[in-house]
Nanobody, 119 residues
Framework: QVTLIESGGGSVQPGESLRLSCVHS????????MGWYRQAPGEQRELVAN???????KVVDSVKGRFTISRDNAKKMVYLQMNDLKPEDTAVYYC?????????????WGQGTQVTVSS
């Protein structure tokens, strides 16, 4: 069993920055595709960014140029640097760890951390 614990959320004004962190409790971290998702009130959970075991990052178009995902396999951590935050970024942000093959799947979620962007 893997536990993911997020931290770094908070309330900020538009244009400010936050850095989210997620620590992975499992013994093997480097095999997982790590991702950040978010869910705004009344909305479905959506992918924000993910990063492959080899460190290849992807961010969705709505945050491209503002958000950066990174990972530290030695520390079993994944980060989401969020710059130039906008009110529409307000959501609960969730860390995800995924590893799967043809016949198996491991899919873990953190408890979420609230990000509120408001003037």
């Amino acid at each position: 069993q893997v536990t993911l614990i997020e931290s770094g959320g908070g309330s900020v004004q538009p244009g400010e920055s936050l850095r989210l962190s997620c620590v992975h409790s499992g013994s093997v971290f480097s095999i997982y595709l790590m991702g950040w998702y978010r869910q705004a009130p009344g909305e479905q959970r959506e992918l924000v960014a993910n990063i492959t075991p080899d460190g290849d990052p992807k961010v969705v178009d709505s945050v491209k140029g503002r958000f950066t995902i990174s990972r530290d396999n030695a520390k079993k951590m994944v980060y989401l640097q969020m710059n130039d935050l906008k009110p529409e970024d307000t959501a609960v942000y969730y860390c995800n760890a995924f590893h799967g093959g043809d016949t198996y799947k491991y899919d873990y979620w953190g408890q979420g951390t609230q990000v509120t962007v408001s003037s």
